[in-house]
């Protein structure tokens, strides 16, 4: 299996396993880069990708398309908001919140479990087959200080910006990839061109 057609076929998968989220919460958004999941890394909403990390996500995602601010502290911080909408997507929690990160240590529930067993499976499959595909990569090959600590792209995150004025970070190779759409006014982000001074 080559390591070139792995992640898209990862990231389709991701898209239709997002799509099976939608299925049960309309207002979820569409996910406008799954690939960027793909070695995404932070600590707050955890390090492995997985269906719970996924459905994790999509509590964000409801949380921005209902204007409720969900974590503090630099997003590491998932308060009771954050909670609140975990619990409507089938996420079970302890019952007291970690100092640093919140709410954020969510596991599914039993009925969760059952409901998205089907596309649990075949995420596991696809995730499997990325971690056999990509697991020829040489120790000895460098790919750079953001590739070693699981940043998506192996490079530098910059700002975005959209035509409303919002803004994001993003590794460019991976806006390269696909356009990433603002959910406020619908343009895609695109990297600024830096004016000289003269």
């Known amino acids: 299996m080559s390591t070139t ?8 998968e991701l898209a239709q396993a ?3 989220i939608q299925r049960y919460h309309p207002e979820l958004p569409d996910l406008a880069a799954p690939e960027s999941l793909i070695g995404e890394s932070s600590s707050a909403c955890g390090h492995e990708l997985s269906f719970e990390r ?11 398309a209902r204007g409720v601010r969900d974590t503090s502290r ?6 009771r908001r954050f909670l609140a909408i975990a619990e409507e997507l089938g996420l079970d929690h302890p019952e007291e919140p970690h100092p640093s990160s919140g709410f954020s240590l969510v596991t ?5 479990k059952r409901r998205y067993r089907p596309t649990t499976e075949r995420l596991q499959r696809a995730l499997k087959a990325h971690t056999a595909a990509t697991a020829g990569d ?8 953001a590739a070693r600590h699981g940043s998506s792209g192996g490079g530098v995150r910059v700002k975005a910006v959209c035509d409303c004025g919002r803004n994001v970070r993003v590794v460019p190779s991976v806006l390269a990839q696909a356009p990433i759409v603002c959910g406020g006014c619908g343009k ?3 990297i600024p061109e830096v004016v000289a001074a003269s």
């Open 108 to 112: 599914l529930t039993p009925e969760a």
């Open 74 to 79: 630099a997003g590491r911080y998932h308060n």
């Open 5 to 12: 057609q792995t992640p898209p076929v990862l990231a389709a």
């Open 188 to 190: 895609p982000f695109r």
């Open 54 to 64: 996924l459905l994790h996500e999509a509590v964000h995602g409801i949380a921005a």
């Open 138 to 145: 040489s120790a000895r090959s460098f790919r750079g200080p």
């Open 18 to 20: 997002w799509a099976d």
